[in-house]
């Protein structure tokens, strides 16, 4: 079998080669995908055989109702989806500034980082680059670094959440997170001087999906006291939308204490003096490794390094 070279695919390989990866994986049909493509499907299967030949394996394996991706397949749509994605984004930068803008920034933070140290350094970037278009995903880490590793995302505001993500991205720690069981003010636990987690677990609880790091922080913590997983569960990444919940009906959320400031001095909500678990890990910066950031993105950075060193202490009291 001979070695694969970047010099000699990219002398070979088309855009449309991609196109018909990323087809052939979504639809699993060769007839549909070439379709999607506006090729005879003789045309497509043929740029199929040619991608297997030039990489020596098969890309799909053909079975009777469908065309599944091998393991080495797999890789090679998720390797032709990042790059597609790259190609867009390139597009529609360009496009920005021929008409006249200042390219897009395309930002993922958890709830934490949201509704605070974010806005302030966004305010900051655009009060230098008005024109500069800001897009932010509001999600869960591991949701987040899924669209980064995709090139659907320029950085993360967030945790790594698997131990061998280290050889993907990069990360940079900004806070850690103190966690509170929040309720409404008129709760029947609101104003209580002593909760128990056993007594927690009968009431309807609001919660991040079990793949997020809150969630296993309160799953460790009601494991740790031998209590069994509440069974009555809304699960939403959502702060919002947890808030509003809390004031439709009696339920109990675990939210990061940077989120609650401004609901608490509302008089809304109020936070149960119980100790859930440890506080969540350092969440930070996350970028993809050995790839350079664009100006805008490396601006960004900068101001969010001076509003966590202004936070800190503040952070600190309140903790």
Not at 129 to 148: G, M, N, Y
Not at 242 to 270: C, D, F, H
Request: proline share 7%; net charge neutral.
């Amino acid at each position: 079998m001979d070695n694969l070279s970047s010099t000699g695919l990219c002398g070979w390989m088309r855009f449309k080669h991609l196109l018909l990866l990323l087809h052939l994986d979504k639809r699993r049909n060769m007839r549909a995908a070439a379709r999607q493509m506006h090729l005879s499907q003789p045309a497509a299967s043929k740029m199929l055989r040619d991608l297997e030949t030039h990489f020596g394996f098969a890309i799909f394996e053909r079975q009777p109702r469908a065309m599944v991706p091998t393991e080495l397949g797999a890789q090679l749509v998720r390797h032709a989806e990042i790059l597609l994605n790259d190609i867009e984004r390139m597009v529609e930068d360009v496009q920005r500034m021929r008409e006249g803008g200042y390219g897009r920034l395309l930002i993922g933070a958890i709830p934490a980082a949201a509704p605070e140290i974010l806005p302030a350094a966004i305010a900051a970037l655009k009060g230098r680059r008005p024109r500069l278009s800001v897009s932010i995903d509001e999600q869960s880490s591991d949701r987040l670094l899924q669209a980064l590793e995709y090139k659907q995302l320029d950085l993360v505001i967030g945790r790594l959440t698997a131990v061998n993500q280290h050889n993907l991205f990069d990360f940079e720690p900004l806070l850690e997170e103190p966690l509170r069981v929040v309720v409404a003010h008129d709760h029947p636990l609101a104003g209580q001087e002593r909760v128990e987690l056993a007594a927690l677990r009968h009431w309807p609880w609001v919660l991040h999906p079990p793949s997020s790091p809150m969630r296993q922080v309160i799953e460790a913590a009601l494991a740790d006291a031998g209590i069994a997983s509440p069974d009555d569960t809304i699960e939403t990444t959502s702060t919002q939308t947890t808030l509003q919940l809390l004031l439709s009906a009696p339920m109990l959320a675990v939210l990061p204490w940077s989120v609650l400031k401004r609901p608490l001095a509302s008089g809304q909500y109020a936070v149960l003096p119980l100790t859930i678990g440890k506080p969540l890990d350092y969440y930070g910066i996350i970028t993809r490794k050995h790839e350079p950031l664009s100006s805008a993105a490396a601006e960004l950075v900068a101001e969010l390094r001076r509003q966590v060193a202004f936070a800190r202490p503040r952070v600190s009291r309140s903790s």
